[in-house]
């Protein structure tokens, strides 16, 4: 399979520790990049790789991954960190080049 | 700084053509892979097309395989998605965005350009 899961949204008191994930059968195979997204704006690279944050992302940010299920998480969640978070990845499968997942909508509350 | 600006967008009639474009300046342009990238109204994001940093090599969603068609000119840094035979679906912001290669992740991307399909 080509696709990408996510759960739709996620929320986390602030200032605690949220995991999102993401599963797919190519994940087994390629590293899965996580993408923040504000309203209205374009999506932004959080983490890619093994765990590597670009510059400028905040090192509350992180990435696991652990057979189909990558991770993305954010230890103690700030309010700026609400926000819709997609994964993405190369596709195993051999049907598309890459593929992302549905996204997933984290509240800070 | 890398910058991306989208243009192009609008609105075209359902069968109707486009062209976008994607002007790149603050880095090599012609050593990275260029992307575009989907999103429609109050949806998630959806992979379109994809071109080498030589211009060699281009891929294709299914969606709009046949369709549209991506394209460089790496001395006017610019990249190029003409798309044709607009359909309802095709509606969204259309972003590029920059990787090093094909496959890697997409380190930087434009603020997209709205594309409206309707009669």
């Known amino acids: 399979s080509s696709e990408l899961t996510q759960d739709p949204a996620v929320s986390v008191a602030l200032g605690q520790t949220v995991r999102i994930t993401c599963q797919g059968d190519?994940?087994?195979?390629?590293?899965a990049s996580w993408y923040q997204q504000k309203p209205g704006q374009a999506p932004v690279l959080v983490i890619y790789?093994?765990?590597n944050r670009p510059s400028g992302i905040p090192d509350r940010f992180s990435g696991s991954s652990s057979g189909n299920t990558a991770s993305l998480t954010i230890t103690g969640a700030q309010a700026e960190d609400e926000a819709d978070y997609y994964c993405?990845?190369?596709?195993?499968?051999?049907?598309?080049?890459?593929?992302f997942g549905g996204g997933t909508k984290l509240t800070v509350l | 700084e890398v910058q991306l600006v989208e243009s192009g967008g609008g609105l075209v009639q359902p069968g109707g053509s486009l062209r976008l474009s994607c002007a790149a300046s603050?880095?090599?342009?012609?050593?990275?892979?260029m992307h575009w990238v989907r999103q429609a109204p109050g949806k998630g994001l959806e992979y379109v097309s994809a071109?080498?940093?030589?211009?060699?090599?281009?891929y294709y969603a299914n969606s709009v395989k046949g369709r549209f068609t991506i394209s460089r000119d790496n001395s006017k840094n610019t990249l190029y998605l003409q798309m044709g035979s607009l359909r309802a679906e095709d509606m969204a912001v259309y972003y590029c965005?920059?990787?090093?290669?094909?496959?890697?992740?997409?380190?930087?991307w434009g603020q997209g350009t709205l594309v409206t399909v309707s009669s």
């Open positions: 965005a920059r990787g090093a290669t094909v496959v890697t992740p997409l380190d930087y």
């Open positions: 603050g880095f090599t342009f012609s050593s990275y892979a």
């Open positions: 071109i080498s940093s030589n211009g060699g090599s281009t």
């Open positions: 190519s994940l087994r195979s390629y590293y």
């Open positions: 790789g093994k765990n």
């Open positions: 993405n990845s190369r596709d195993s499968s051999g049907n598309h080049l890459m593929v």
